[in-house]
Each structure stands twice: as C-alpha cells, then as structure tokens.
C-alpha cells in the first residue's frame, strides 16, 4: 500500500506538470478506444437483427398462373411432410397485390396497373432452431422441381450475404484500431519517457540510496496506466454523447428493420469494463515501455 500511495502521488504529480503532453496522451488513447467502442456498439446493435433476421427467415414459393389444384396439393404435402417448416401460408395474387399496394402507396398509386402481375404463392416459415440447417437448401431445390413452382426464394441467402459483408467491416474495423491502439501505446511511452528524463538527477540519487526499482519504475508505470484510463474514459463519454445524440435515429433506423421494432441500447456493462481495462493495458504497457531506461 505504501509503495501504491507513493506511485500514485508522483504518477499525479508529474501528469499535471506535463498537461499538454499528458493530454495528448489521453486523446490518443481516447481515439484509438473510441473506435474500438464503435465496434463493439455497432456489433451489439446489429447482432439483435441478425439474430431476428435469422430467426424469422422464410420460404416464398411463387405459384405459376396456370397451377393446378393437384400441383397445389402436391406442394402442400411436400411442405406439411418436412420438419424444417414451422407453418405456411398461401397468399393469392390479390392478397400479394393489396400487400404491395399497404407497403408501398406511392409506388402503387403511380403504378396504377390494369391487371394484377404479382403471383399467388405460399409464405413458408422454417423452425428457428433449423433456419441454419444445411437441409434447408436441399428443401428449396425440390420445392423448384415440383409443377406449378415458377420461383421459390429463400430469406437466408441474402442474409449470409449480409454476414459476410459485416464480418468484412468489422475486420478492417478492428485493424483500424490495432493501428490506433499501437499509436496511443507509443504516445505514452513518449510521454513517459519525457518525465523520466526530467527527473533523471531524482533517479540518479533513488538509485545511490539503494530504492528498489519498484520505487523507482512504479510512478512511471502508474503515470502511463493514469493515461490510459483517461483516453478510456474520454472514450465512453464520447460514445455516450454521440448515442445520446443519434438515439432517435438509431431507433427508426431498428424499427424499419426489424418488423416490430428492436431494442436499441448502449454498450452492455462488459463491454464498458473491456473498454475501460483495455485503457489501463495500453497505458500500462506504454509506462513500461518508457520506465525501461530507469535501470
């Protein structure tokens, strides 16, 4: 606890004697958790609607005009015979077009169509335990086959579409602030090495007196850890503003999405206390790194 004390006293001391390099410090570190804030906001946000994406993917099974009822039987009974399918619908080509006609007023209206184009169908929705399952595929292919089928479409292909095009983001994202974080990590030890040459007569005489080099590095370790957590904190207080801010929008841009709306919320508390103890890593590390010269 002495040792503690001691540290934090001289780690305090020598931040405010050096402001404008100690905040330089902080808002490099508070830039580079910043992002990685983003990331983990952005994938808390969207892992809710991929989820209920995922959960509520459906078959739609488009009828020819000139089906008859024993393909529409035949249909049926391939759908009721397969333990993929939850339940299923039939949709006619007026239902199809009054659908259209509520989700779309304005291009209907201007469409303002003779005849109705949409085709009759069938609305399958799968079990959600077995949305994933391989044999899903195998289901569409011999829907394909069977007369009176003129297309049959499945949600989750362009679903793992969208999977894969977030897991490209969120690795160039975390590349990014690999990048950020290596940056603030060298800020700090910058920083730290520039209070430890100031007091090199200080160490000089620690060293004749026989300190241990606890006493001696300890100030400069903390010093580095005391930065770091400022750039965390800067961090959530910025991610805290910019969600205040943009949560009216986040909320609509959710509720569109997802059919029934979605929980939009802030980072949950783990991801606060990753953010918070990957501050005290980076700015840890970089007092070491620059507590290094004091031998």
Request: aromatic share 6%; proline share 3%; glycine share 8%.
């Amino acid at each position: 606890m002495r040792l503690l004390g001691f540290a934090l006293d001289e780690a305090a001391r020598s931040v405010w004697r050096r402001r404008g390099a100690s905040l330089m410090a902080v808002l490099a570190a508070g830039a580079s958790l910043f992002v990685l804030g983003l990331l983990l906001l952005a994938a808390t946000a969207t892992a809710g609607l991929l989820a209920r994406w995922t959960e509520a993917a459906e078959i739609s099974v488009f009828l020819r005009d000139d089906v008859t009822a024993e393909a529409r039987a035949a249909i049926e009974q391939a759908l009721d015979r397969s333990d993929l399918v939850a339940q299923r619908a039939y949709v006619s080509s007026d239902e199809a077009l009054r659908r259209f006609a509520s989700q779309f007023p304005d291009l209907a209206a201007s469409a303002a169509l003779e005849t109705n184009p949409l085709p009759a169908s069938y609305d399958v929705r799968l079990r959600p335990e077995r949305a994933r399952d391989p044999a899903v595929d195998d289901l569409v292919a011999s829907l394909r086959t069977l007369a009176g089928v003129s297309d049959v479409q499945y949600d989750r292909h362009w679903i793992d579409r969208l999977l894969t095009a977030v897991a490209t983001i969120r690795t160039a994202g975390a590349m990014l602030a690999i990048v950020l974080v290596l940056a603030a990590c060298l800020t700090i030890t910058a920083v730290v090495r520039l209070a430890l040459h100031a007091r090199l007569a200080e160490i000089e005489i620690m060293q004749l007196v026989g300190a241990p080099l606890a006493y001696i590095r300890g100030p400069f370790v903390l010093e580095g850890t005391l930065l770091g957590l400022g750039g965390a904190v800067l961090a959530l207080l910025a991610l805290w503003a910019g969600f205040l801010a943009a949560r009216g929008h986040l909320a609509a841009w959710a509720d569109s999405l997802a059919a029934g709306g979605a929980a939009v919320g802030f980072l949950p508390l783990w991801a606060i206390l990753t953010l918070a103890a990957g501050g005290a890593v980076i700015g840890c590390l970089g007092g070491l790194l620059g507590a290094r010269a004091a031998r």
